[in-house]
């Protein structure tokens, strides 16, 4: 059961001549990881953002092609500190302000908040006022906070970006985690090596258009690897002169090497 | 401050009135004991959040009207001007935004209006921070904000140009972000923590209002 | 000679909380340091103490023979760069060139030396094509590297970045890498805080790492990077390419892209075949 659709989907920015997307296709289905994959500016944002219906209603812009979601949506931008409502004082109130503006009633608020406090480790700063926090802990409150409205589809625009090493090792667990419950997770990310065991289909963008879809196993192409999406591991087996296809990770080299 | 918090829309009232009154009652006198009580609730805030920043950003106001006015229309638009400031100084720094929203939703009225004026008054403190970052970036590299008035110009300039350009871009961006969080026009809100109200409050807010009408009616005759 | 930079038992605390106890070390002219550690650990304070933001409780910071103590930041600003987080909202002029610009002639280097700093900062970063545009025109990531240039441009003795490379993708961040390793050729000395231990094991030599404001360990990347027992405790893994050369058992255990490629083709080629 898809969650959600991309059917030819192309899309202009206000004032832009060049399309942001051009023909994009892609489903996600329930419970399932799809990550987007390519260069600054390749599109990946732009395709969350129609994912969440906030493109074109609330940039502005043309679309063409149709989205269609089963689910209700809630997305993660890589900017955490324009998410924060500003009218909170504390983090539980921060991570509360979205399931109130969906009119729950105070136990539900209760039940949803403290279990996405629980998810993102936040028990110690639940009290703490969210204009303290640095820029990683923000941006655990802000993915708390998104978890919180409980919606079908959850979309994540470099949600790693602030974390330090231990914090995105969490975060791709708790993604796991949400799949696991039966949630669509569409991520956009450059963070390539986690990749593989984390997402289940790959989208790699080029300049607003698809590339190619598939595994994580994409990451380990010939072609990924030129381009400078491939793993780690996949670009030093490649450079190093070694025959294809190249291991994804340092396990599969392993495997290769005996 | 110690004592029971007023009910947000209390310190509003209290916040009109006060201006309103100003403009209504006859000068000087009038405009004088407005602009008293309002200093006096400034300084309640503290020098440096309260009576400081009231008496700063109303002193330019003064030094212009003197070069406009007599001494008399000076003091008596002053003491207006002074009661304005004072006024939403004083508001700005005692009224919780949080709580303005709680008690609009606590009344069923429109989230978003009242979620307006609430970021105005929380986008101080934030530019505050990011004017102090900017301020930091950019004498690490090499501005002085001291000085010839060419040099102090420029710093100026290379210290509010990034404040607004980010600011704007942040506006555009956090009308965005607002929805994501849910904050979409015509939702029902549930109140977390609706502040407390009294009759006591309600009678004073009230009674507020029928002393400005009053004012307005006795000056008109 | 004298170190570029030098921290002498360095204690600091923002009001009762205390973040940095006893810091020392010492960073000479061309090293390229990594100030690695868990958030929260003191990094971005060792920065701001750096860059003459804040002064030390105790002890002293030395840039060159400088102590901060009796200097302010734009006195620093000639002979440190520092580029903070979110530099990309620092950004102000009408076009990127005049942004970068913005430090040298700040520090009242004359317009001709304004120019060639300017050029050769643009030129390393590759944002020559984009030097005429609104920096606001350009998406987050090349802000980014806008900012850097303009600390490049200061031609300081020694720069100091906070997570260069956080939204920046591999071909990107191969551009700081090349920027950086071209700088500190020249003698300019560098401290990188980064998460990104890739980036680091690419473009840096020694990695300093901070737990809970000491300094929990200090030395040469190429060792540190690939032993799992002395990273976990830190919080730390070891990256792909460090793994892999573990994994593998390759010559000289490289840390760095290429020198493992290298590796694995000699070694490859010395096997006997399937």
């Known amino acids: 059961m898809n969650s959600l659709t991309l059917e030819r989907v192309s899309f202009w920015y206000p004032a832009t001549e060049a399309p942001a997307l051009r023909d ?235 | 401050m110690t004592g029971r918090r007023l009910h947000p829309f209390t310190l509003l009232a209290i916040a009109g009135a006060l201006p309103a009154l100003a403009w209504i009652l006859p000068a000087p006198a009038g405009g004088a004991c407005t602009a008293a009580v309002a200093l006096v609730l400034t300084a309640s805030r503290g020098l440096r959040r309260g009576l400081w920043p009231a008496v700063l950003t109303a002193a330019p106001f003064w030094v212009f009207l003197r070069l406009l006015h007599d001494v008399p229309t000076t003091i008596a638009i002053g003491l207006r001007i002074t009661t304005m400031v004072a006024s939403f100084v004083w508001l700005a720094a005692t009224l919780a935004p949080d709580r303005l929203v709680e008690a609009t939703v606590a009344r069923g009225w429109s989230v978003t209006a009242a979620y307006l004026f609430a970021a105005t008054i929380t986008a101080v403190p934030m530019l505050r921070g990011r004017a102090r970052r900017i301020v930091e970036a950019q004498r690490c590299r090499g501005l002085s904000p001291r000085g010839s008035l060419g040099n102090r110009l420029r710093a100026l300039r290379a210290l509010a140009l990034p404040l607004v350009l980010s600011a704007l871009h942040d506006v555009d961006e ?28 309600r009678a004073a807010r009230w009674a507020l209002l029928v002393a400005c009408v009053a004012a307005l009616i006795w000056r008109l005759k | ?74 006195q620093l600003a000639w002979r440190v760069g520092s580029v903070f987080q979110h530099a990309d909202q620092q950004l102000f002029a009408r076009t990127v060139r005049e942004d970068v610009s913005f430090g040298p002639r700040a520090l009242g280097v004359g317009e001709p030396e304004v120019e060639r700093r300017t050029d050769r900062a643009l030129a390393d970063l590759d944002l020559t094509a984009h030097a005429g545009h609104h920096p606001y025109d350009l998406p987050p990531a090349l802000r980014k590297l806008a900012a850097l240039a303009g600390a490049l441009a200061l031609e300081p003795a020694l720069l100091v970045l906070d997570e260069p490379t956080i939204g920046l993708d591999r071909a990107l961040r191969a551009r700081v890498t090349r920027a950086l390793l071209d700088r500190s050729a020249g003698s300019v000395a560098l401290l990188v805080i980064t998460h990104d231990l890739t980036f680091a094991a690419e473009t840096l030599e020694r990695g300093l790492v901070l737990d809970r404001g000491s300094l929990a360990c200090d030395e040469p990347l190429a060792g540190l990077l690939g032993d799992v027992t002395r990273l976990e405790p830190l919080g730390l893994a070891p990256p792909p390419v460090a793994a892999l050369s573990v994994a593998l058992d390759l010559p000289g255990r490289p840390v760095r892209a290429a020198d493992a490629a290298r590796a694995l083709a000699r070694v490859a080629r010395g096997r006997p075949g399937p």
Not at chain 1, 152 to 159: K, S
Not at chain 1, 198 to 219: F, N, S
Not at chain 1, 251 to 258: M, N, Y
């Open chain 3, 1 to 74: 000679m004298i170190p570029a930079l030098r921290f002498d038992g360095v204690t600091f605390s923002y009001g009762a909380v205390a973040v940095l106890h006893g810091l020392s070390f010492a960073i000479t002219p061309g090293e390229r340091v990594a100030l690695l550690g868990k958030n929260g650990a003191g990094k971005s304070t060792v920065v701001r103490l750096i860059a003459g933001l804040e002064r030390p409780g105790e002890g002293t910071v030395w840039v060159g023979d400088w102590n901060t103590r009796d200097c302010v930041p734009e």
């Open chain 1, 24 to 258: 994009v296709s892609l489903e996600v289905a329930q419970g399932e990881i799809v990550a987007l994959v390519g260069a600054v500016g390749a599109g990946a944002s732009t395709v969350l953002l129609a994912a969440g219906d906030l493109a074109p209603r609330l940039t502005g812009g043309r679309i063409v092609g149709t989205v269609s979601r089963r689910e209700r949506s809630a997305i993660v931008l890589p900017t955490p500190w324009t998410q924060v409502s500003g009218l909170a004082f504390t983090v539980w109130d921060e991570v509360a302000f979205g399931p109130a503006n969906l009119g729950w009633p105070t136990h539900e608020i209760a039940r949803q908040v403290d279990r996405a406090l629980e998810h993102l480790e936040l028990g110690p700063l639940a009290t703490r006022d969210p204009a303290t926090l640095s820029g990683g802990e923000l941006q655990r409150v802000i993915i708390a906070a998104t978890l919180a409205m409980d919606s079908g589809l959850v979309l994540f625009d470099e949600p790693a970006a602030e974390l330090d090493a231990e914090g995105a090792r969490k975060l791709w667990r708790l993604i796991r985690v949400l799949a696991k419950e039966g949630k669509a997770v569409l991520l956009a990310t450059s963070a390539l090596d986690a990749l593989p065991d984390v997402a289940d289909r790959l989208v790699w963008l080029e300049d607003g258009a698809v590339r190619a879809v598939g595994t994580p196993e994409l990451l380990a192409d010939v072609a990924a690897c030129d381009a400078g999406l491939g793993t780690s591991v996949a670009t030093v087996w490649g450079a190093s002169g070694l025959p294809g296809p190249y291991p994804l990770t340092v396990a599969h080299a392993v495997r290769r090497w005996r």
């Open chain 2, 174 to 201: 956090r009308a965005l972000a607002l929805e994501t969080r849910g904050m979409v026009s015509g939702a029902r809100r549930t109140p977390l923590a609706p502040p407390p109200d009294s009759a006591v409050e």
